[in-house]
């Protein structure tokens, strides 16, 4: 009998079954695709992974309680699923989805299945393919009473950190995994964001070649900036064209996309209200880089200044570098707090320290900084903001002043920096003991009889004025 059950045999289906069998698991694997699933028995006939031609099959592989892990995309293909699961399974049963399913579809699909007697755990991964088949950040939440018989494959699959702590960790009941997997994304997209801002500026500003941000992005990496993401963007810069022999970067469209895990980070923020101006933004950046005939047409009719820089150049890269430093500061600061306030709501007890620590290796904003994050929690677990951590407020402090002329700079010059400049606009909100929403309270009270507070009256108690009648 197998131990471990994989249903969907893409790439990460397929690396994460050699990954599993690696560390010592046998596997049963299964694809709708048939003739897929005989290419793939085919290649891996050397490996302890037995296959299926269908479900029914599939599950008598499988020894009890059954642990089956789905590696397909999200939505109607995960429900699909598991309908067809569900008949065939038993009590204590598990189910693992590893997809980037939405959280609230994980509780949904957790409290069905519970009626059952049949655990249900959604757990993130990230890290992609590579990460799939040599260890991936693993996330997982869900059912608590599975994490034990889960606990041991999981985290043998999952990277390790330099310290040789795995990474994976339970998070929590119900959707807790694939929220925390999703803010994790909406992290990713602001600071890939701010990377490329910061080489847009290095480019459109400064003139530099690729070649010359291959060491600049190289030098980063060894320093506070030290990050995966880091890494590949010197990689990147670096890359030749095969095709034309230009540099990889120049030949490739400027239209991003994406698959909605940061959208939903920055629509779970607005629902739950904690602010997070910078993935939106990110978002956002995304969504208008896609709509390049119009930016063409555009680019025609209106107008900016002149690009022009008379400096000096290494001067602005060191700005460049600790502005895109404080920026990712805040970013991050509204990620975990995206994260306690849905803690809050959902009754979850995430423990922050140690997320930070499952982002240590394997994922794609793994990075040095996390560390810091990681001790800022373990020294006080119920820290509002990690901007508050005297770290991270004494980084702020060394690096805020570049990161404002870096700011305005890009505004003198007409290069957007919407990362940048909202990451800045949220610290500065942040700190700000008054902000003019008094004003906006009058506005809304004078329209809509919609009230307001008073500083010279006790919070909780609502007036109204009639604006409209004179004073006498």
């Excluded at 990110?282 to 200044?305: D, H, M």
């Excluded at 022009?308 to 509204?334: H, P, T, V, W």
Aim: glycine share 8%; aromatic share 10%.
């Amino acid at each position: 009998m197998q131990n471990i059950g994989v249903v969907g045999l893409g790439v990460m289906g397929q690396n994460l079954a050699l990954n599993i069998e690696r560390n010592g698991y046998t596997v049963a694997g299964f694809d709708l695709n048939t003739e897929k699933m005989r290419e793939i028995a085919r290649k891996f006939k050397e490996k302890n992974i037995f296959f299926a031609t269908d479900f029914s099959k599939f599950v008598e592989l499988l020894e009890k309680p059954r642990k089956i892990l789905m590696m397909v995309p999200a939505g109607k293909p995960v429900d699909d699923v598991i309908s067809q699961l569900k008949p065939l399974l038993s009590q204590e049963d598990i189910l693992i989805d590893g997809g980037n399913s939405f959280f609230k579809d994980t509780e949904k699909r957790f409290s069905e299945l519970q009626s059952l007697g049949i655990h249900y755990i959604g757990a993130g991964v990230s890290g992609g393919e590579e990460g799939a088949l040599w260890g991936s950040s693993i996330m997982p939440g869900g059912a608590p009473e599975a994490w034990p018989q889960v606990k041991p494959f999981l985290q043998a699959v999952a990277a390790k950190a330099t310290d040789g702590v795995p990474c994976c960790d339970w998070i929590g009941a119900g959707g807790a995994g694939h929220f925390v997997k999703m803010v994790h994304n909406g992290i990713e997209y602001g600071d890939m964001q701010m990377i490329c801002e910061a080489y847009f500026l290095m480019e459109k500003a400064l003139g530099l070649s690729p070649e010359e941000m291959y060491d600049i992005f190289s030098r980063w990496n060894s320093g506070e900036l030290n990050s995966y993401l880091i890494e590949i963007t010197a990689h990147i810069m670096k890359r030749k064209d095969p095709e034309t022999g230009k540099q990889m970067i120049d030949v490739i469209l400027d239209t991003a996309g994406q698959k909605g895990t940061g959208k939903w980070t920055s629509q779970i923020a607005l629902d739950l209200g904690v602010p997070a101006p910078t993935i939106a933004e990110s978002v956002f950046s995304r969504t208008l880089s896609a709509i390049k005939e119009q930016r063409l047409k555009a680019a025609e009719v209106l107008r900016g200044p002149v690009i022009k820089f008379d400096g000096d150049k290494n001067e602005m890269i060191k700005l460049i570098r600790q502005a895109l430093y404080a920026a990712k500061i805040c970013s991050y600061s509204q990620g975990f707090q995206l994260m306690k306030a849905a803690s809050e709501e959902y009754n979850w007890h995430l423990k922050y320290g140690a997320v930070a620590s499952i982002w240590r290796a394997g994922c794609i904003i793994r990075a040095q900084f996390l560390n810091k994050i990681k001790t800022a929690f373990d020294n006080n677990p119920g820290l509002d903001n990690l901007l508050l951590d005297s770290y991270f407020n004494e980084a702020i402090q060394k690096n805020q002043m570049a990161w404002r002329k870096v700011v305005a700079f890009a505004v003198e010059q007409g290069i957007p920096v919407p990362a940048f400049s909202s990451a800045l606009a949220y610290y500065d909100s942040y700190r700000s003991k008054r902000l003019p929403a008094n004003l906006l309270q009058a506005q809304r009270d004078y329209f809509g009889a919609h009230t307001y507070e008073r500083l010279d009256k006790p919070r909780g108690q609502f007036f109204h004025t009639e604006w409209q009648k004179e004073e006498s």
